[in-house]
């Protein structure tokens, strides 16, 4: 069974003090002083800081004026055109911007290829790195509304005619892209990547409606690539190969176009018609040139 604890016993009326609990009293008095003077000193402060930063944020790091925005990279778009494109009006608190929503607008509306925002604070400036958009081709795509002419980037991406002005490859006027469409956007990465294997004489990439690829060459007239699958850069492969080998072999020789549907067995089609055996009707023959 334990021990109860002692109780301490009831101090008699007007008996004195004990010893030292008028000092621990007055400690008390003090502790609770400094900790009223501590919540003071927070609340202070704290209003203290929100002021300041509220005029912080309102009048320093703020964009006065339209030279506070640096744009930097671009030889066609000026610091006015991003402005604009941006609806900046000023003054505009720096930290209202979004880096995210300005680079999608900025996207949008201006010729370039890759825009980067940054709000630097000191001293308070937005800057904007852009990259041109090059055109690498002359493009056709058809619209509800007919034949629309524009160019492409090395990307893939559609420049519209009435867009600002884009940087111009020397060589973006020697390629016409035929029958451009968004889907088509790998393919015809994939061939631009492949333009300086196939030579300098390559004039069209052409995509008809069936989804089918075909090159125009100078050296070799028309190759048909075939779909736009996994066999492609298989099939870009052997066209580069016969173009730089097939013109002097067949030096003298007519022949219409080389199909490369099926790029280990490509064929060669001759002009001479010859009767077809499902229909009747006209054809041409189609000899073998063997694997490349």
């Not at 604890?5 to 008095?29: F, K, V």
């Amino acid at each position: 069974m334990s021990e109860s604890e002692p109780q301490e016993a009831p101090r008699p009326a007007g008996s004195p003090l004990p010893p030292g609990s008028e000092r621990r009293r007055e400690l008390r008095q003090q502790r609770r002083a400094e900790r009223w003077r501590n919540l003071w000193r927070l609340v202070v402060f704290s209003l203290i800081s929100a002021g300041l930063g509220y005029g912080l944020l309102r009048q320093g790091w703020s964009l006065r004026d339209p030279s506070q925005v640096q744009v930097v990279g671009s030889r066609l778009v000026s610091r006015d055109q991003v402005i604009a494109a941006a609806h900046l009006q000023f003054p505009q608190p720096l930290l209202a911007l979004s880096p995210r929503q300005l680079k999608a607008e900025l996207a949008e509306a201006l010729p370039v290829e890759q825009v980067r925002v940054t709000r630097l604070m000191l001293p308070p400036r937005l800057r904007i790195d852009l990259m041109d958009r090059e055109a690498v081709a002359r493009a056709q795509r058809r619209t509800a509304a007919g034949l629309e002419l524009g160019s492409i980037d090395q990307r893939g991406n559609w420049i519209t005619a009435n867009q600002a002005a884009v940087v111009l490859n020397p060589r973006s006027q020697d390629l016409l892209v035929s029958g451009w469409n968004e889907r088509h956007r790998p393919a015809v990465v994939l061939l631009l990547a492949n333009r300086p294997a196939l030579g300098p004489g390559l004039r069209q990439i052409r995509f008809e409606p069936d989804g089918s690829i075909w090159l125009t060459t100078t050296e070799l007239g028309d190759l048909r690539l075939g779909p736009a699958d996994g066999k492609l850069r298989r099939r870009l492969e052997v066209a580069a190969h016969l173009i730089h080998t097939l013109p002097n072999q067949l030096k003298g020789r007519q022949f219409q176009l080389i199909d490369l549907s099926d790029p280990e067995q490509p064929e060669l089609s001759l002009p001479g018609p010859v009767l077809d055996s499902n229909d009747g009707g006209p054809a041409h023959a189609r000899k073998p040139l063997g694997a490349q």
